[in-house]
C-alpha cells in the first residue's frame, strides 16, 4: 500500500488495535509519558492522577527493570508492551532516581489510563493557553 501512497499503511489485526489504542486516548498501563536515555526508559511526565503519579515518580526517573527484564537493549516499543497489560494486575518497576543518586524497586497496579489531549487556561484577559499534547479521537470535542 506504501508504494501506491507514502502516507498510507496496512494494518493487520493487531497492528491495528495497537493503533487504535494510541488514538483514543484510553490504554492500561502505568501512566507515564517516556522518552529513552542511554538505553534507559526515562519518564518525561507521570500522568496526573495516574497509579505512577500515585507511587511518586518523578519525571527524570529511569527505569532499569520491568518485572525481571532489564531494560538496557529494549527498543521503547519493548518496554512500552512490558508495562502494559490487564487492569489489576501488577508491574514491578526498578527506578533510579539521579537526583538522590539510588535505586529502588516499585510495584504499580495497572489501570485504564485516560490521557487529556487537550489543556487550556486563561493566562490574564483576553489571552489563554492552550496545550495539545496529542490528536485522539476526541480532540476536538
Not at 491495528?16 to 542511554?38: C, L, N, P
Not at 532516581?97 to 485504564?112: L, M, Y
Not at 489531549?117 to 480532540?139: D, L
Amino acid at each position: 500500500v506504501s508504494g501506491l501512497d507514502p502516507h498510507s499503511q496496512f494494518f493487520d489485526k493487531k497492528s491495528f488495535r495497537e493503533f487504535r489504542e494510541g488514538t483514543t486516548g484510553k490504554f492500561v498501563g502505568v501512566g507515564i509519558e517516556i522518552g529513552m536515555e542511554d538505553g534507559l526508559v526515562k519518564i518525561v511526565s507521570p500522568i496526573e492522577g495516574s497509579p505512577a503519579f500515585r507511587a511518586g515518580l518523578k519525571s527524570g526517573d529511569l527505569i532499569s527493570r520491568i518485572d525481571d527484564t532489564a531494560v538496557r537493549g529494549l527498543t521503547i516499543d519493548q518496554a512500552v508492551k512490558k508495562m502494559r497489560g490487564d487492569p489489576d494486575t501488577k508491574v514491578n518497576l526498578t527506578i533510579f532516581r539521579k537526583a538522590e543518586n539510588r535505586s529502588f524497586p516499585v510495584t504499580i497496579t495497572r489501570e485504564e489510563i485516560k490521557v487529556q489531549s487537550v489543556r487550556a487556561k486563561v493566562v490574564e484577559p483576553g489571552y489563554a493557553w492552550i496545550r495539545v499534547s496529542q490528536f485522539q479521537e476526541r480532540t476536538v470535542d
